[in-house]
């Protein structure tokens, strides 16, 4: 099994590499882009890994839940017979692992909300080398959220000009705080996190007649060029789950 020393000193570097990304000289220079998949409860699906296969080598799977700090899943070492897994892994037969030919593959059966993460795959050799960077958003009709989230369907891009894009949650009696993250996905790249918003809902609204909680929230955007161009999704912790919006397209105008 992993030491919990050796454990906890790569969490250690884990948070300082998403903290403080100057101390580039305790990381490699390879750092993933972020890939968004929506998935639908009572789904499979299989996060794939790739190395060079070094024997001594050692493969990590983080999970990092919307505003909250990374943990380790997974830990696998060639030479080590007792390879770990956090209790999530461990006792929950929904989660496994393929290890074989240069492949470090997590497959996730059944998909459920609280399975809505982002989850890193991790490469340590010498160095950390962050391989794959993956974003999940499980949906599924029948699931029982008692809130929503709503984006306009699309914006059209002025050259110099701006855009406000907003983000409406619906909530109904759950009226707890929120923390909103903004995402952005276009031709070039795939989705990765440009904004956070954390802290007090001072753009909500109660209405305890029809027992309903909206909040609106904003991302003000300006000197706009085609480089802004892709589509925007908010991504909002309520009720206890993480809810996406279907996105908002933004687009250069004439097209």
């Given amino acids: 099994m992993v030491s919990s020393v050796f454990a906890f000193s790569l969490l250690c570097l884990f948070l300082g590499k998403m903290v403080q990304m100057t101390e580039t000289q305790m990381f490699s220079s390879v750092h993933p882009e972020s890939r968004f ?12 890994c790739f190395h060079d296969g070094d024997r001594s080598a050692r ?6 839940n919307l505003g909250q700090k990374p943990k380790i899943i997974s830990h696998f070492f060639k030479y080590n017979v007792n390879n770990s897994s956090n209790e999530e892994l461990k006792n929950n037969p929904r989660f496994t692992l393929d290890t074989q030919d240069g492949k470090y593959h997590l497959t996730i059966t059944d998909l459920q909300i609280s399975d809505s993460a982002s989850y890193y795959c991790v ?7 962050f391989l794959e960077n993956i974003i999940i958003s499980v949906k599924g009709s029948g699931v029982n959220i008692k809130a929503v989230v709503q984006q306009s369907a699309s914006e059209t891009i002025q050259p110099g000009g701006s855009v406000t894009l907003n983000c409406t949650v ?35 609204d109660n209405k305890p007649s029809t027992q309903t909680h909206t909040c609106v929230y904003s991302l003000p955007m300006s000197n706009l060029s085609v480089s802004h161009a892709g589509t925007y999704y908010c991504a909002v912790t309520s009720c206890g789950r993480i809810l996406f919006g279907n996105g908002t397209k933004l687009e250069p105008k004439g097209e």
Avoid: M
């Fill in 59 to 64: 493969l990590y799977w983080f999970k990092q």
């Fill in 123 to 129: 490469y340590y050799l010498y160095t950390l080398t």
């Fill in 170 to 204: 619906h909530t109904g009696t759950c009226d707890g705080e929120h923390s909103v993250y903004w995402f952005k996905d276009s031709d070039e790249s795939h989705p990765g996190l440009i904004y956070t918003h954390l802290g007090r809902n001072d753009q909500c």
């Fill in 37 to 48: 998949i929506s998935a639908q409860v009572g789904g499979n699906l299989t996060l794939k």
